[in-house]
């Protein structure tokens, strides 16, 4: 069965100070996507990444990085400096090759920026 | 990538009435719609997956006559709460994916609140 687990609930750290976000996911398929969206207190879900399977290449965009490991079946996300702006709830999401294309999300992780 | 708009943004209604959400994809052809519903400080799941000009296929615990999903075009998608009662309050969201079913183009989402 396909799960994804974000076991960190609530994370607050203080303004410039890196932060991880952790993801674990489960699927029995072979060929799967697994993404990172941002979703502020408006709600509307904003697209960070998405990474298939086959991809196991660290990312880098801006602050922002990505560590995808098949081995221990973790996407984890890291900001580095964070900011105010950062503050945030974070879903890890995992999408089967076989699934059409929907979205199993983990639990969300809230992060909170303090100045 | 596409661009999904919904309506309202929010609403508020008594309880016992019915509500109607609707989804529009503005720039891409939409077979597949997914609805998902959000509770305070909960993570997305899915409810439904609609196809365009067939029935809706609902996830498991959620009830068909009272989520009435309409998809009669490819770029409309309905999402009617029956009878709506204030444990319906949520976020509800759709969502298309893309062309090979690897990325997902989201609604900025629908707050009900049934007093």
């Known amino acids: 069965a396909q799960k994804v687990t974000q076991a960190q609930t609530e994370i607050s750290v203080v303004e410039k100070e890196d932060v991880t976000l952790d993801c674990v996911y489960e699927?029995?398929?072979?060929?799967?996507?697994l993404f990172w969206y941002k979703q502020p207190p408006s709600g509307e879900l904003v697209f960070l990444i998405r990474?298939?399977?086959?991809?196991?290449q660290n990312e880098i965009s801006g602050r922002y990085s990505w560590n995808f490991q098949k081995s221990t079946s973790s996407f984890n996300f890291t900001i580095t400096a964070s900011q105010v702006v950062d503050s945030a709830v974070y879903f890890c999401?995992?999408?089967?090759?076989?699934?059409?294309?929907?979205?199993?999300f983990g639990q969300g992780t809230e992060l909170s920026v303090k100045p | 990538g596409a661009v999904v708009s919904q309506h309202p943004s929010w609403v508020i209604c008594k309880s016992g009435t019915s509500v109607k959400i609707e989804c529009r994809s503005l720039?891409?052809?939409?077979?597949?719609m997914f609805w998902y519903r959000q509770f305070p400080k909960q993570s997305l799941m899915l409810m439904a997956t609609?196809?365009?000009?067939?029935?809706?296929?609902?996830e498991q615990g959620v009830e068909k006559d009272k989520f009435l999903i309409n998809h009669a075009s490819l770029t409309l998608s309905t999402l009617t709460v029956t009878s709506a009662h204030p444990e319906d309050s949520s976020f509800y969201i759709c969502s298309t994916p893309g062309q090979g079913y690897n990325e997902q183009f989201f609604g900025p989402g629908t707050r009900l609140t049934v007093l």
């Open positions: 609609s196809n365009e000009g067939s029935k809706a296929t609902y």
């Open positions: 999401a995992l999408s089967e090759n076989n699934q059409g294309g929907k979205l199993i």
């Open positions: 990474r298939n399977s086959f991809d196991e």
């Open positions: 720039d891409f052809q939409a077979t597949t």
């Open positions: 699927t029995r398929d072979t060929t799967y996507y």
